[in-house]
Structures are given as structure tokens and as C-alpha cells.
């Protein structure tokens, strides 16, 4: 970890002064009733006093629960559409966390994919993400499972590492480490990266619930059409959007008018496959089933969506493991997909 | 790495952003059966009415602002650019406001989205097109873009059929096919009335009676799942392979770009993999699921 | 009383006399169960009482053909009672396994209390009306009144009136309704406009899960009116407004089917305090139609049932 910096968690708030007249800065805080990110207010930090994790994912940052795409009105030459205005300024993302981090690298592929989403990478493109690596992991993480960790640095500009009254910083992309530049931080002793070292390997000891997700596209695979299985691990699912709108890999929407055709708005804002209506037809619904809706969510996860981008479209960050209203538990049903038979084998 | 690789294709974005629609204004308004109506429009950009192009197959998401939009296959053929249409059965909230727009409304148009019908593979071939009801929207491009470059097919088998007499569509169209004799139609009614003196019967079983050759030939089938499902072994039974039947489906659609998840079947998205497939391809996709 | 629902249970089904059984078995976190639905009776092992079998499992028996047998607590006998009364469940089909409820254990209170999260806490433990809570070696203890739900404190009815087979000794009421409904309380001492300023906030965080409705037995609508397109009587987007009515009209749709279980404040993942819209509805109930839902289960469900000689004064 050559030319790492490091900052004590007292001079912090002064570090993030400084950075929020660069940046529109963005950090962990608790005022509006619920754990989320939430603009600097410029002097609370106590956020290092009782940070895990927040319950709405900083991809609320990027795909909003709600937003504007464009509004439209009606005069003499007929209906004219408006842009909203660009958001000049850039964003940063202050202590989010390497699985919230790694799984907007999940979307953008989508968002980037074929038809570039202007909305996501504009909002994308313009934002520096700080990562602060986990010292606490939860009992309902399982990021160590699906390709992440609770230092990996996929998707962060910067990653901060918790030694106890420092943060050990280092820049893991060019933007980042320009930003570290320009911050007058001061240089960590080899025995600062060492501390940092072992902090770094406790977090990953800590992180005690495994699921093997080896050839999972291929068990799932081999298991799809069980009706009766599929039943079985659906039963006590509720079809609410918990998991589908807290998940910060989750990424449908829905597209909706508000206004008249005089005036209004189109906006986006976030659905879920779990609903019953999510694919409801005039004359037919293919997932009017529980089980089907169930199924879908599972396997786009972790198997189509891997078909297609090579990664689990999952970060194991625990979300729906601890908000589920009935514990529905994604590492218990993995853990209970059928191994492949000998004659199936590993595709 | 996605499925279809569409960066060839040509786009037509407004202000550079995939969501934006064009504006468009209704020009002629057709009144097929009770509860469906086509649309003819025109772009009010005259630069994109110039340069617009789509395949047959393709569809768009046409907007009424205020109250949403929704996605229709282009049922006009790319062989006749003076205007554009779409159709579209009442059923919802924004096919019922679409309904009540008059000629001179002005819609929004995102598109052409979808992969379109693989027309270059359709040269030198049988063709046998096998539609019913509303089902012949798509399929009548495609026919269309066919007898306008008719040299490149060889014989031309039309099997259409409604539930009766009134719910036929696009019955202009019917006429001149039923004249033109590079191509044989065969129309028929589920169920008939007074006036009607022409076939009675089931698509599939007509299908079944005008037994066309499957060498060197390919079906193209649309219309409700029920017909389909009907469909496709009277055509194995024939002697088709299912590489050569073609078939569009139909999923709940919003973004039309394979973004906002909802009309996946397993990892593909109909509305940017499809929404045209073969028969082999649907065979392969997770079956049970659709 | 476990042992005693796990032997009834299993032969319950090996009989045939049913072929479901609902109950709950050991979550995946600590401190958590989670519901159970199973025909084999092998599972039936797995059974569990205690003060965290927090969920309304009555909310899945109308997707279930055939006869089931369920755990029900007080609270979860009154909805089913309700469902009865809805003619949704037939009273032949289902075998109430009656469960006298000391109140369930309220987490995220005990959290508050220890100022540590639920997977850092050692061990819960419950004797009589005191309950233990140990984290890193320490030792705490607290009256039960303190950490147990807010509704649980009120309860009407914490052994089954309505059941088959009562798996324990009945149980009286906490007996604490004040406390149950502080937050309500708070609210009617507010200004209006300082009370639609609370909401405003509150809701503003709502998402539309749609939990709250999906936990909720009384919502059992194949179609919920926020799905309805023609007409479209609220836009699916969580603007805060739109979060107020849709909760607004829920507690209508169930004004006389709520029986106050408290499932729709606990699966919140924003916490929105719910319950003091249902409470407020269900206070309402019981004063303008002296009604408690789901206590007689020979009554009428209150909005189908009309007398003669009812009060007109809510007829302004």
C-alpha cells in the first residue's frame, strides 16, 4: 500500500469542510428518522459512533426512489418537452461500503449497456465514491460469498481503513488519488499500513456466513422447472418490495405520467418483480403466481444476470436478510439448491 | 456482453436521451373492428421524417403525454414511407386515451426498438404467414415489404383468421391480396354471420388444410397465445424444423430498451432480444417460464 | 407447551386430520423466528414458542387449499376470527393451536435500551415479568413492560377465546394501555398543522414496499386499489402525499377487520409509526359501534351488518 495517507478522526470534519466546497458531500446520518445518506451538514460526524451500514443503499444517490425525466406542455405549437436541469456539481459519496460500492459497478452495466441511461451516468460520471472498509460486519453479511469483502475496493475512487483513532486513506483510481493529492493529508508509516493490514483481515474473519456460489447459475439452472420446490421456498414470502427496493443491486423501474396533457411530468421511479403486477398483461400475467415471481428474483441474480455480465448480481450486504418481514433468508435458499448430480457437472 | 448486438443499428434519439419521444401528430385514423384502430402518424420533425428507417417487427413506445406510454409494433412496411402506423386494441389506460385522440393529436414516439423480422434470411424462400386477429399487425409489414420486392420470394401463403367476420382487421388490406396473384390468401372466421360466405374455421386447422410445403420455406406466426399454441405442431406435423417458424412475443413493456427488467424471460429481454424469435430459440429460453 | 404443540402438531398430520401446519421454527438471526408452513411432519421438530414468534400467521392461511392446522397467538386468533367472519376460511378447515401470549419482545427496544444491535447481543432471556439481556459478558435487566411492543403492552386478548387445542395456561393482559399508545397520544395533543407537518415527514420516507399491506391478514384484495389502472386512483411513485392517502385508504379498507396485531409498524423497513393511524381507526370502531374485531366470532363483520336502532349521529 505505497503512498497511503492518513487522517485522524478528529480532524475529519475539517477534512470533509474542506471537500464540501469542492462537492456536493454526501454522509451517513440518522436525522430523517432512518439510517441513509444524507447531505453534510457541515459538522456532524458522529455518524463514526454508530455506522454498520444504512438501510437505503447510497444507489439511491444514482437511481432515486423517484425522479423527474423530462416534463412536457402543451401550447400553440403544440406539446413542448423539457430536459430537467443537469446537476452541475459533483457529487461526493462519503464511508460507503465496499458491497454498496461493487454492486454500482452491477449497475452499471445495465445502465450503460446498448442504450446508454443518461439520468444514471450523468449522475454516475459526476461522482467520487470514498469507501470506509468495515470493522463491524453484520451477522446477516455474506459478502465474502459473492465475490466481495469487507475492504475490497471494486468501484470506490478511495478506500479508508479504520485503525482506531485514524483513517489509513489510498487512492484506487486516478480521480481519487488526485483528490487525496490536493488534501493536504499526511503520509502513513509503514506501521500505520500494517495496523491497517490486520484490521483488514479481522473484518474478513468476521464475516462468518458463507454460501457456496459455486456453478449456482448451473444448480439453479437444473432446478428451475421443480414446480413443487419452487412452492416450498416460496411459501412464506409476503410479494411486498422490501428486499427488491432496499437491495442495492435491484434496478427495475417503472416509467409513469403525472399531470395532463396540458402539463405534467414523465417520471421514473423504482419497482419490483415481486410485486403481482409487475408483468401484468391486458389478457394474461406469466408471473401471477407467487412461486414464479420468487423464482425469477432468485435466478436473475444468480443466474441470468450472470449469463450475461459474468458476476452474481449480488453483494451480500444483508439487507434483505435483516429487513425481510419474515426472514426470508437468500443464504438459506441457496444453501438448499440442489448440488449438481454427478452426471449434471459443473457448465 | 448482452445477447443481441444492436450497435449497428440505427438510432433516432431525441436530444441525445433514449427516453426523450419524438413528436408526432396523427394524420388518418382507420376503424378496424370495433375495439381496434390503426393509426397513421408523421413525425412533426421534418429532418427525422426524412431520415427515420425501421425493420418489419420492429416497435416503438408511443407516448399520450399525461397518461403514459405503451409499446405497439410499427404495423406500416418500411416499403412505404409516406407515413407511419400502428395499431392498437382498447384494453387499458392508455390504449382507451389513445382511442379518444382525433386526427391532428400529436403522440410521442421512442424508437424503433426490437430485432424486426430476420427478412434477409426470408430471401429465396417459401414464406407462410399465419396470423390472427390483431396479430396481423405486425405480420402485414412485414407481407407488404414482401410483395414490394417480390422478386426476392418465391411462393407466398397468407392464412389470416378472426373470431368472426367483424373482428377481421385491416380488411383494405385483405382486398388487395385477395387480388394479387403473387400471393394466395386463404381468410377464415372462428365463427361466422348472415353475410359472411367464405371459410369457417379454426387458423390452425385451415393451416392444416391448405398443407404447404415446409422445404425451403419459413412460417411466420402471430396472434393470441391460444392460436400459437396451435399453431406450432400443425406445422411440425408439416414437416418444419423449428428453426424455420418465427413468432413475436408479447410481454408487459415499459422502457422498450432492456433496462427496466420487466419483460425478461429468464436472461433475455423481448424487447430488445425479441420481440421476434424462432421457434427454437423459445424452446431453448427457460422453457417453463413462459 | 413447545414439546406439546410439536407432538400435536406431528399427529395432527399423520392422522390426515389436516394437511398444512403453520407455526414457526427458529430464524436465521438471533432472536427471530420465522413462519413455517409445511405438510411434512418431520418439520414439525423444528417447532418453536417463546417471546419472538412475532409474526400474524394468519396472513397465509387463505392461500392454502385443503385443512391446516395454525399457531395462533391472541392477537392472531382475533384475525382469524375476522377472516372467518369474511367467509374467506372455512372455522371446519382450520385447527387453532392456541398459544397464551406473555407479549412478544420488541427488538429494536431492547437495542435502544443496550445501545448495541441485534447481532451483538449476547443472550435475551425472559422469567416472569423481568427480562434479562446480556451483552459482552454484562448483564442487564428490565421490566418486561419496557421492551416489549408497544401493542403488546394494550393487548385486549392474550389467550385465544376462539381455538381447538389450548397449548398452555391462559395468561392475563399486560394491562398497560397507556403506554401502548404514546405516540398516538402525542399526536392528538398536537396543532393540526404541526400534526400534518409530522406526517409529511413521516411519510415523505415511505417507499411503497407495500409490507405494511402484505403483513396485514385483513388485506387479503386479489387486486389493491393502488393497482388499478383505469381508474388510477394514486400514481405508484412514493411521493409523500400519495404515501399519506394510500395509508389513509388502507385503514379504512380495514376499519373493523384491524385487530390491532402491530405487524404493519414492525415490517416497516423506514419506520414509519403506523399504528398510530390504525389504533386511531380502531379506537374509532369501538366508540362509534361498540365493536372489537374478531372477539365473537358468532358476530357479522361490522360494515355488513346493520341494526335497526343504530346510532345516527355520526350522520352529521
Known amino acids: ?347 | 456482453m448482452t445477447i443481441t448486438d444492436i450497435s449497428q443499428r440505427k438510432r433516432f434519439l431525441a436530444q441525445g436521451n433514449v427516453y426523450l419521444p419524438h413528436i408526432a401528430v396523427i394524420e388518418r385514423i382507420i376503424d378496424e373492428t370495433p375495439g381496434i384502430r390503426t393509426f397513421h402518424f408523421n413525425f412533426k420533425d421534418e429532418r427525422l421524417r426524412g431520415e427515420f428507417t425501421f425493420e418489419s417487427g420492429q416497435f416503438g413506445e408511443f407516448s399520450v403525454f399525461g397518461v403514459g406510454e405503451a409499446p405497439f409494433c410499427i404495423s406500416s412496411s418500411p416499403t412505404r414511407q409516406d407515413h407511419l402506423g400502428f395499431t392498437v386494441q382498447r384494453v387499458g389506460r392508455v390504449t382507451n386515451a389513445l382511442h379518444r385522440l382525433a386526427v391532428g393529436a400529436e403522440i410521442g414516439f421512442r424508437g424503433p426498438y426490437g430485432n424486426g423480422f430476420p427478412i434477409n434470411n426470408l430471401e429465396g424462400k417459401n414464406l407462410v404467414f399465419v396470423a390472427g386477429g390483431i396479430g396481423l399487425a405486425p405480420l402485414r409489414s412485414l407481407v407488404w415489404n414482401v410483395i414490394d420486392n417480390r422478386a426476392k420470394y418465391r411462393n407466398v401463403d397468407i392464412i389470416y383468421g378472426a373470431r368472426s367476420p367483424a373482428d377481421l382487421c385491416f380488411k383494405y388490406d385483405l382486398d388487395s391480396w385477395q387480388k394479387d396473384k403473387t400471393v394466395n390468401l386463404f381468410t377464415t372466421v372462428d365463427k361466422g354471420d348472415d353475410k359472411w360466405k367464405g371459410r369457417v374455421g379454426f387458423v390452425p386447422q385451415v393451416l392444416e388444410g391448405v398443407a404447404p410445403s415446409a422445404e425451403g420455406a419459413v412460417a411466420v406466426v402471430c396472434g393470441p397465445p391460444i392460436m400459437i399454441r396451435f399453431t406450432f405442431p400443425v406445422l411440425e406435423k408439416l414437416g418444419f424444423a423449428p428453426e424455420q417458424m418465427l413468432t413475436t412475443l408479447e410481454k408487459r413493456m415499459k422502457c422498450g430498451i432492456g433496462k427496466c427488467g420487466r419483460c425478461n424471460i429468464g436472461n433475455i429481454y423481448v424487447c430488445r432480444d425479441g420481440p421476434v424469435f424462432s421457434y427454437a430459440q423459445i424452446m431453448n429460453l427457460v422453457s417453463s417460464e413462459y | 407447551m413447545q414439546q406439546r404443540l410439536r407432538r400435536k402438531a406431528r399427529s395432527l398430520l399423520e392422522q390426515g386430520q389436516v394437511d398444512w401446519i403453520i407455526g414457526f421454527e427458529p430464524g436465521s438471526l438471533r432472536f427471530t423466528t420465522t413462519p413455517l408452513i409445511t405438510k411434512d411432519k418431520d418439520d414439525t421438530d423444528r417447532l418453536v414458542v417463546g417471546s419472538f414468534i412475532v409474526n400474524n400467521l394468519s396472513n397465509f392461511l387463505i392461500e392454502l387449499s385443503g385443512r391446516v392446522a395454525i399457531v395462533a397467538k391472541g392477537c392472531d386468533s382475533r384475525s382469524i376470527v375476522s377472516l372467518i367472519q369474511d367467509n374467506k376460511v372455512n372455522r371446519e378447515d382450520i385447527v387453532i393451536l392456541g398459544v397464551p401470549c406473555p407479549g412478544i419482545i420488541d427488538l429494536s427496544k431492547v437495542e435502544g435500551l443496550v445501545a448495541r444491535d441485534r447481532d451483538e447481543i449476547d443472550d435475551i432471556a425472559r422469567q416472569d415479568g423481568v427480562v434479562s439481556v446480556r451483552v459482552g459478558g454484562q448483564q442487564r435487566e428490565f421490566p418486561a413492560g419496557q421492551v416489549l411492543f408497544d401493542n403488546c403492552l394494550g393487548c385486549e386478548l392474550p389467550t385465544p377465546k376462539e381455538y381447538d387445542i389450548l397449548l398452555g395456561e391462559a395468561t392475563s393482559p399486560i394491562g398497560e394501555p397507556t403506554a401502548s399508545q404514546e405516540t398516538l397520544a402525542r399526536l392528538k395533543d398536537m396543532p393540526p398543522d404541526e400534526r400534518w407537518r409530522f406526517w409529511q415527514q413521516e411519510f415523505g420516507r415511505c417507499i411503497r414496499c407495500y409490507a405494511c399491506r402484505n403483513v396485514c391478514p385483513a388485506c387479503f384484495c386479489k387486486r389493491c386499489f393502488v393497482e388499478e389502472s383505469e381508474p388510477q386512483w394514486l400514481l405508484p411513485m412514493p411521493r409523500w402525499q400519495d404515501n399519506l392517502i394510500f395509508q389513509a385508504i388502507r385503514n379504512i379498507h380495514v376499519a373493523g377487520r384491524c385487530t390491532d396485531c402491530g405487524e404493519c409498524e414492525r415490517a416497516c423497513p423506514v419506520n414509519i409509526p403506523l399504528r398510530s393511524l390504525t389504533r386511531d381507526m380502531y379506537d374509532i370502531v369501538a366508540d362509534l359501534f361498540q365493536f372489537k374485531s374478531g372477539m365473537d366470532i358468532a358476530a357479522a363483520p361490522l360494515l355488513t351488518a346493520y341494526e335497526v336502532e343504530e346510532a345516527e349521529d355520526l350522520i352529521r
Not at chain 1, 105 to 111: A, E, K
Not at chain 1, 209 to 223: F, G, N
Request: include cysteine; hydrophobic fraction near 30%; charged fraction near 25%.
Open chain 1, 1 to 347: 500500500m505505497a503512498g497511503s495517507k492518513k487522517i485522524k478522526k478528529q480532524d475529519l470534519a475539517q477534512l470533509l469542510s474542506q471537500w464540501s466546497q469542492e462537492f456536493s458531500l454526501f454522509v451517513p446520518s440518522r436525522t430523517s428518522g432512518l439510517a441513509e445518506m444524507t447531505e453534510y451538514d457541515g459538522q456532524d460526524i458522529s455518524f463514526l459512533g454508530w455506522y454498520r451500514n444504512t438501510i437505503i443503499p447510497p444507489k439511491a444517490s444514482f437511481l432515486p426512489h423517484m425522479e423527474e425525466m423530462f416534463s412536457f406542455h402543451r401550447n400553440k405549437q403544440g406539446h413542448q418537452l423539457e430536459l430537467p436541469p443537469l446537476e452541475e456539481q459533483k457529487r461526493l459519496i462519503f464511508a460507503i461500503r465496499p458491497c454498496d460500492a461493487r454492486a454500482l459497478t452491477i449497475l452499471d452495466n445495465v445502465f450503460e449497456d446498448t442504450y446508454p441511461d443518461p439520468y444514471y451516468r450523468g449522475r454516475r460520471r459526476r461522482a467520487i465514491l470514498v469507501g470506509l472498509g468495515c470493522t463491524n460486519p453484520y451477522d446477516s453479511c455474506f459478502c465474502t460469498s459473492v465475490g466481495s469483502g469487507p475492504s475490497e475496493t471494486t468501484g470506490v475512487d478511495i478506500m479508508l481503513t479504520d485503525i482506531g483513532d485514524e483513517l489509513v486513506t489510498r487512492g484506487t483510481t486516478k480521480a481519487g488519488e488526485e483528490l487525496i493529492a490536493g488534501s493536504g493529508l499526511v503520509k502513513a508509516t509503514k506501521a500505520d499500513q500494517k495496523r491497517a493490514e490486520q484490521s483488514q483481515e479481522a473484518a474478513r474473519q468476521k464475516v462468518t456466513r458463507k454460501v457456496d456460489t459455486r456453478d449456482m447459475a448451473s444448480r439453479l439452472q437444473a432446478v428451475f422447472d421443480d414446480r413443487d420446490y419452487w412452492q416450498q421456498i416460496a411459501a412464506k414470502c409476503l410479494s411486498c418490495g422490501i428486499c427488491t427496493l432496499l437491495c442495492p443491486t435491484c434496478y427495475c423501474f417503472d416509467i409513469n405520467d403525472e399531470g395532463s396533457p396540458e402539463k405534467g411530468t414523465r417520471c421514473r421511479s423504482l419497482d419490483s418483480c415481486a410485486f403481482p403486477v409487475y408483468t401484468k398483461m391486458p389478457m394474461e400475467n406469466p408471473r401471477d403466481e407467487k412461486w414464479r415471481r420468487v423464482r425469477n428474483r432468485l435466478c436473475h441474480k444468480y443466474e441470468f444476470y450472470p449469463m450475461l455480465f459474468d458476476t452474481i448480481a449480488c453483494t451480500g450486504c444483508g439487507r434483505c436478510i435483516r429487513l425481510c418481514p419474515v426472514n426470508w433468508d437468500i443464504t438459506q435458499i441457496l444453501e438448499g439448491v440442489p448440488e449438481l448430480s454427478q452426471a449434471e457437472g459443473p457448465k
